[in-house]
């Protein structure tokens, strides 16, 4: 007698060394953990379980990862979408921060934890649980059952000045919440290590999240190094996102993102830099020859213009260094839905649009062939991602002894129709939605059946959310007083005569309490 029993799967994609994909496959599970997989008929007579899910018409995955991603992202959608990544960044830790409360928190984070288990992800990487709020965050995973690494966010450098700064009022609005100094960020990141890494039977990991290259300092660094050393626990930031964001940094430090975070021994396997759109050939050498992690984050690069699946972006060539990159899509308000299914279709097709292939189908551009076994944008959202989280041993793929994190496709939806074994893998990445998940597993408990949540109210959930919703975004001080957001140097170059007719329509600019320099 064992607990589950999953059989007669249409098609399994294991994502084992061999990549096998089977057909008529069944998995037996006992305890949260695969016992065994293999043909439907010698399975089903084996065993008998407590549980028995037909998935005959079902496509079954092992869970995704997503690599990159903001819990508490919801009450800002579609909120932050005319403005690039610095003055997004304002708002974002002003307005979406500064409307945070433990409860509407807690219920943003189920809110996003529910679209992502809908598209068939089981585990989610936050960078940037909410300071004196991490319970919020943490109970939400707890309670629906899935898998989560929750970077604490951390910044000590709150101020900005013309001198260290491209855009010298960036940064300036900081919830007062967010605002803690050296010793208070390494002191409550300990306690929150202490209180919440490996708790709710394992599925959550406590780490670090350094937010912002440009707003952490020396020391900081150096104590996150030692507090990752000391727990083994990993370490995340949102690194060389944009041009003008290494900038800040080269001014303040003189470096670049990735090298100063070097110089501070942040970077080794068990550090992931998210977006990475603006990096140079040294800080390439330094991921690959420290084993470092990245989260590609396609769907928010595309939406705000950070360059990291453009002609100029070097996913590409990180990748081909063997760099470890999984696929992450951050959060509502950089146009994303959670569906991680899409995420991995945008990066199967847009780095090849972007580099022009002069060979087909070119798998550095992590372009597919014609029944693919092993597409390497689902390898950065399964094992890749796996890796990354440091959780390698027990998810990522299925194979007997690991976790029993599934997610189970519904073949006879139209979108599907018609799927055989030489073209599934091919219809799910170009043709497929995370839409059609039907069944998610994690640790080998049914956390979706029937798209319907088993494991919470997912109709409660979701009527609070809207209602916080209703009352916090039409708050934005944006939409009352809308502005144009121009860099420093841009700014500076209005002040010429051929920017006089552009001034004159603008009525509302964010930089006209500055005199011109």
């Not at 800002?76 to 921060?97: A, N």
């Given at each position: ?38 043909k439907a008929e010698e399975i089903n007579a084996k065993y008998e379980a407590k549980r028995v899910i037909n998935a005959e018409n079902f496509f079954v995955t092992p869970g995704f990862i997503n690599s990159h991603v903001h819990l508490e992202s919801c009450y800002d959608k579609s909120m932050l979408d005319d403005v690039p990544v610095v003055p997004w960044c304002e708002r974002y830790f002003s307005f979406t921060y500064g409307a945070l409360t433990p409860e509407n928190y807690y219920h943003a984070v189920m809110t996003t934890l ?404």
């Amino acid at each position: 007698m064992i607990d589950l029993l999953v059989k007669n799967a249409k098609f399994l994609m294991t994502m084992n060394p061999e990549r096998d994909i089977l057909s008529g496959a069944s998995i037996a599970v006992d305890q949260g953990k695969i016992l065994e997989i293999g043909k439907a008929e010698e399975i089903n007579a084996k065993y008998e379980a407590k549980r028995v899910i037909n998935a005959e018409n079902f496509f079954v995955t092992p869970g995704f990862i997503n690599s990159h991603v903001h819990l508490e992202s919801c009450y800002d959608k579609s909120m932050l979408d005319d403005v690039p990544v610095v003055p997004w960044c304002e708002r974002y830790f002003s307005f979406t921060y500064g409307a945070l409360t433990p409860e509407n928190y807690y219920h943003a984070v189920m809110t996003t934890l529910i679209k992502g288990i809908k598209s068939g992800t089981t585990t989610f990487m936050d960078f940037g649980t909410i300071q004196t709020m991490e319970d919020s965050a943490a109970e939400a995973v707890k309670d629906i059952g899935v898998r989560a690494v929750l970077g604490r966010d951390l910044m000590d450098i709150h101020g900005s000045s013309e001198s260290s700064y491209v855009s010298y009022d960036a940064f300036e609005d900081l919830c007062s919440r967010l605002q803690e100094d050296t010793d208070t960020c390494l002191e409550r990141s300990e306690a929150f290590i202490q209180k919440w890494d490996g708790k709710a039977d394992g599925r959550i990991k406590a780490w670090l999240d350094l937010q912002q290259v440009c707003n952490v300092s020396p020391r900081l660094c150096r104590g996150c190094r030692e507090l990752a050393d000391k727990y083994k626990i990993g370490l995340m930031t949102h690194a060389a996102v944009s041009l003008d964001m290494v900038e800040m940094t080269r001014k303040r430090f003189g470096l670049t993102d990735i090298v100063y975070l070097y110089e501070q021994g942040v970077l080794g396997p068990d550090f992931i830099a998210a977006h990475m759109g603006h990096v140079n050939g040294q800080e390439m050498r330094l991921m690959a020859e420290t084993n470092s992690n990245v989260a590609h984050v396609p769907g928010s690069s595309l939406h705000g213009v950070y360059s990291a699946t453009s002609h100029r972006g070097r996913i590409v060539e990180m990748h081909s260094m063997g760099v470890n990159i999984g696929i992450g899509n951050d959060e509502d308000s950089t146009g994303t839905c959670h569906d991680i299914v899409r995420d991995i279709w945008t990066v199967s097709v847009s780095h090849a649009e972007a580099r022009d292939p002069w060979i087909f189908p070119h798998r550095g551009y992590f372009m597919l062939a014609t029944n693919d076994p092993n597409p390497v944008a689902i390898e950065m959202a399964t094992v890749d991602g796996a890796k990354a989280a440091l959780w390698d041993k027990e998810i990522g793929s299925l194979e007997v002894g690991k976790q029993a994190d599934m997610a189970m496709y519904d073949l006879t939806k139209a979108i599907w129709i018609p799927t055989t074994r030489e073209n599934v893998i091919n219809n799910f990445v170009f043709n497929g939605t995370g839409q059609t998940c039907d069944t998610v597993l994690c640790a080998g408990q049914v956390i979706m059946e029937d798209r319907e949540i088993k494991t919470i109210n997912e109709r409660e959930i979701l009527a609070q959310a809207q209602k916080f919703g209703e009352e916090i975004i039409p708050t934005a001080p944006w939409l009352k007083d809308p502005e144009i957001w121009e860099l420093k140097w841009v700014k500076e170059e209005a002040s010429s005569k051929s920017y006089d007719s552009l001034r004159d329509v603008t009525k509302h600019r964010k930089y006209d309490k500055y005199p011109n320099k």
